[in-house]
C-alpha cells in the first residue's frame, strides 16, 4: 500500500499537503494562468459571487436550462460574464444564429410571407410573390399578414409561432420525455426556421443580425458551421452556393467595416450524416472546390445531425480519405461523441475523428470515457468544443456538475465553450453556456483563471491564419483589460 | 497539429484503427482478463443481451431506481448477475443490512414490541418488559402488537411501517426535490431501525438473517461498517461494546459453520463526521482497543455521515494521526468525495484519505475531477468502492451513464461494487448494483471480463489476511467455474 506522507505511517505534513493541493489545482485550465493584482481583485469577488450562489437554496446548474435561464439572468457572475470578452464562438449552426424573437417580430412582419401549418401541427414559411404551390405536407399556405390580421389576439399569435422556432417549454421534462422526443422537436424547428432564413434578402440581414447579437455579448469571432442551403427570391428562382459565399464574405466584411472591434466570421461546410457515401463523397468534393474558390470564407467540412441515429465516420472513410487521396488539405471539424452509448459503434466516432485528423472535436461529450483518444487529443492539441446547455437540453445529463468535460477541465485539456444551437436553446451569445461552465462543470474550484483560458482559447484555436490570430489575441487581450480595470 | 495515421494526411490504416480500438478496450477494468471458450460464450450472450436492453423504450439505469426495480427484475441479466459468484460486500452499513421487510414481518411481530410516533411523523421502536418512559420526542409507546390487533387492515399497517424503514417512493423526484430531502430521511430511517436491531436477541438473528441473505445473493464475504451501537434487553439494561464484538465474532462463525461456502465477515468501525476532535479521538483510542482484543473482527476505521453537511477529514486531522504518533496501525477506510461540491473544503477530502493512507475509498465520487489523487490512488492500488445506487438515490447523478465511475472503469482504475444501504434503497446483496454497473456504468464496452475483475477485486482488496485471501480467491473461482459451466 502506498505512502503519501513524508515519513511513512506519520501526520501528513500540512505543507505536503499545501502542495499537493496547489498541484491538482495547477493542472486545471487556467491553472498557470499568473493573474495581476487588479485580476486577483477580481477574482477574489468573483469567488464570494459564487459561494453564495452554490449555497442558494437552487444552484441553477443542477437544474434544467429552461426553469435556471430566469435564475442566471438575476446573477451578478452572469452580469460579469456578459461583459467579458469571451473570444470566438467556434461551435454555432447558422440556422439558429439569430433569437427567434426576431426572426417573428421582424422577419416574419415583412411583405410576402406565407405560412402553413402541417397536418402534424408544426410550421413552415415561405417568401412568395404570388401564393404558394401547395406540397404534400403543407396543403393550404396562407399569407401571414392577413391571418395575423384576423387574429384577436396578434400578440398570443406571435408567442405561439415562437413556440415553434425554439425547444423552450415551461415543464422541459414533461414536453421532452426521452431524447428521441426533444431531437424530433429540434429537427422541426430547423424546418420551421430554413423557410425564413434562406429568403434571400432575409438572409444578409439575418447574418448581420447574428453578428451584431455576438458582439453584443462581447464577442469577436465566429466559426458558423452551416449546411450552405441555396436561398430563393420572391419569384421562386433560387441562387447557386457560391451566392451563398459570396453574400457571407459581403456581409461580414461590412459588418467588420462598421464594427472595428469585430475580427470576422468564417464557414464550416456542413452536410448530414444521413447521407450516403456518395452523397458526402459529392459534398467533400463540392467543399474542396469552395474552399479554392473562397479562401478567406471556408475553414472546412463537417458532418451534423444526431450521432445516435447517423451513420458513424468510418461509415464514410472513403469520403473523408478524400482530400488526402487528391493530395488536398480539407481541415475536418468533427462532431464526434455527442453520445451516451458507450461501447457502441457511434461511440467510436472520437477516435475516428482523431484518425482523419480533426482539428477540433465537437462537443467530445464521451472523449472522458475513452483514455486513449484522450491522450491523443490532448497531445495533438485537438480543442473539444464543449457546449453545456445544448447537451443539457438534448438530454445527455440532467446535473451539469456530473458533466464529464469536468473531468477534462481538471486535467487542463484543451477546450472551448461554444452554444451549438443558441436560439433553439434560448440563449444569444456564450454567456449562459460560460455561466453554465464556470460554475457548474468548473465547480468551485475554476477561477479567472479558468475564465481568461477558456475565452484566449477560443481564437488560439480558431482556424484563423496566424497573423490575424496573432491579430486576433492582441484585440482581445486589449478588451480584457479594459474588462479588468472596469471591473476590479 | 497531430496525425494518427501511419503516413499524414493519408487515409486511416484499418489495421492500425482495429489495434487502437483494442488497446482502448485493454485499459478498461477486465481488459486484460482472458476469457476461456465457455466465458466467450457466455460473454456474447451477454453482449447480445445488452444490446436488446440498450435499445429498448426504457434503459433502466437512466432512470431512477425506485422506477427502475421492476424492469431490472425482469432482465435476463439481472438474473444472470444474481448467480454469478459477486465475491465480497465491501461498503455496507450494518443498519441497513437486511431487508425492511423482514425487519417488519418478523421483528416487529416479536412480542414486547412497542411503537412510537413522533410529532414529526416519524417512528421509533423499542422492546421492553414494561411502558416505556416517555421521551422529549415520543410521549406516547404503544405496543405494537395491541395496535396491530386493533387495526381495521393490518396487512395496510405493515405498509406503512416498512415506509418508514426504506427510502422507496413511488414518485421519487416528487417525494425528495433536493439532496437535504432524501437525506433527511435517510437518517430518519437509520433512528426508526436502530430500536429495533439494537435489542439483543434481534441484533444476533439481525446478523445472521444479513449473513444469509448476501450468500443467497452469491457472496461470500463481508466487511461491514458500523457504529457498533451497544445493545438492550428487555429490562432496559445495556450491553458493552465488547459483547457486541463478541456477537458479530460468535454469529459469523455459526454461520460460516452451517455454510461452508461463506468465508467472514469483518468490521469497520465508524463514527459520525458530526463528532467533536476529541470524541473523535477517544473513538480512535476505542478502535485500536477493539483492534487489539479481536483482531480477527476488526478491520478498521472510517467516518460516516453526509460529507456536505460534516467536518471534513483534515479538521480531525488530529484524532486520525493518533495510531501513528503511537506507532500502532490502524487502517483506514474513508468514506471521501461522496460530493458534487467541486473545489470546496469537502471536495478535498479525498486527497486527504489518500495522505492519512486510507485503504479503500469510499465512493469517490468525485475522485475523476481530482488527477493527482486519481494517480496516487491509482500508483498505491487504492480501490474505490463505487456504490451506483446509493449515489443516484441520494441525489448525486440521475442517469448512471453520467456517473464519474465510467471514467475511472476506462482506465481500469482499481475498484469494486459495493451497494452501501440496501434494505433503505429497496436492493439486496449486490446484483441490483452490479447490474447498474455492467449496463449503465459500463455501457455496452463492459463485458464478462469486467464482471470477473470486479468480483475478484472484492477480495482481492478486502482486509482478508493473505493466507485466508489465498483461500478466498480459490473459493471464488471454483464458483466461477460452476457458474459458467452451468450458463455457457
Ligand atoms: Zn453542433
Ligand atoms: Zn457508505
Request: hydrophobic share 40%; glycine share 6%.
Amino acid at each position: 500500500v502506498m505512502c503519501c506522507s513524508t515519513v511513512c505511517g506519520e501526520t501528513p505534513d500540512p505543507r505536503r499537503r499545501e502542495m499537493m493541493m496547489r498541484q491538482e489545482v495547477s493542472r486545471q485550465i487556467g491553472g498557470s494562468v499568473q493573474l495581476t493584482g487588479d485580476e486577483q481583485r477580481l477574482n477574489a469577488r468573483l469567488h464570494k459571487l459564487k459561494q453564495q450562489e452554490i449555497a442558494a437554496k437552487v444552484f441553477p446548474p443542477a437544474i434544467h436550462f429552461f426553469k435556471a435561464r430566469p435564475l442566471i439572468q438575476k446573477s451578478p457572475i452572469f452580469s460579469l460574464l456578459q461583459k467579458m470578452p469571451k473570444g470566438a464562438a467556434l461551435h454555432i449552426h447558422s440556422s439558429s444564429l439569430v433569437s427567434a424573437d426576431w426572426l417573428v417580430m421582424n422577419i416574419t412582419y415583412r411583405p410576402h410571407c406565407y405560412v402553413c401549418f402541417t397536418w402534424s401541427g408544426s410550421v413552415r414559411f415561405l417568401f412568395s410573390s404570388r401564393q404558394p404551390f401547395p406540397s404534400w405536407d403543407c396543403l393550404y399556405w396562407q399569407l401571414l399578414k392577413t391571418l395575423r390580421g384576423n387574429m384577436a389576439n396578434p400578440t398570443d399569435f406571435d408567442h405561439s409561432l415562437m413556440k415553434h422556432l425554439t425547444l423552450f417549454k415551461e415543464d422541459p421534462d414533461a414536453a421532452y420525455p426521452s431524447q428521441d422526443a426533444v431531437w424530433e422537436k429540434f429537427e422541426l424547428a430547423f424546418l420551421a426556421i430554413s423557410g425564413l432564413v434562406t429568403y434571400a434578402p432575409v438572409f444578409k440581414d439575418f447574418l448581420y443580425k447574428g453578428l451584431e447579437e455576438l458582439l453584443h455579448d462581447n464577442i469577436m469571432y465566429l466559426e458558423l458551421r452551416t449546411g450552405l442551403s441555396r436561398t430563393y427570391e420572391l419569384d421562386g428562382s433560387i441562387h447557386d452556393k457560391s451566392w451563398s459565399l459570396r453574400t457571407y464574405q459581403e456581409v461580414t466584411q461590412k459588418f467588420v467595416a462598421e464594427h472595428p472591434g469585430f475580427l470576422g466570421a468564417r464557414l464550416i461546410i456542413s452536410v448530414h450524416r444521413v447521407l450516403s457515401v456518395s452523397d458526402v463523397k459529392a459534398a467533400v468534393k463540392e467543399a474542396i472546390q469552395m474552399q479554392k474558390d473562397f479562401p478567406e470564407v471556408v475553414a472546412g467540412f463537417d458532418l451534423v445531425g444526431r450521432e445516435d441515429r447517423g451513420r458513424p465516420l468510418w461509415f464514410f472513410r472513403e469520403a473523408l480519405s478524400l482530400p488526402a487521396e487528391l493530395g488536398i488539405k480539407l481541415p475536418y471539424f468533427f462532431h464526434a461523441g455527442e453520445t451516451d452509448l458507450e461501447g457502441t459503434e457511434v461511440d467510436e466516432n472520437i477516435l475516428d475523428a482523431l484518425l482523419f485528423n480533426t482539428q477540433r472535436i465537437g462537443h467530445g461529450y464521451a472523449l472522458a470515457h475513452h483514455p486513449l483518444a484522450k491522450e491523443l487529443s490532448k497531445k495533438g492539441n485537438v480543442a473539444v468544443e464543449v457546449c453545456p446547455i445544448s447537451n443539457q437540453v438534448l438530454k445527455l445529463v440532467s446535473d451539469l456538475r456530473n458533466h464529464p468535460a469536468a473531468v477534462l477541465m481538471s486535467e487542463g485539456h484543451p477546450m472551448v465553450v461554444s452554444s451549438d444551437d443558441p436560439s433553439l436553446f434560448g440563449t444569444t451569445g456564450l454567456s449562459y453556456d460560460f455561466y453554465e461552465m464556470f460554475l457548474g462543470i468548473g465547480g468551485l474550484r475554476a477561477n479567472l483563471g479558468t475564465l481568461k483560458e477558456l475565452a484566449s482559447n477560443s481564437i488560439r484555436y480558431s482556424t484563423l491564419p496566424p497573423p490575424l490570430k496573432e491579430r486576433g489575441l492582441t484585440m482581445w487581450q486589449k478588451t480584457w483589460d479594459k474588462f479588468i480595470a472596469e471591473n476590479s
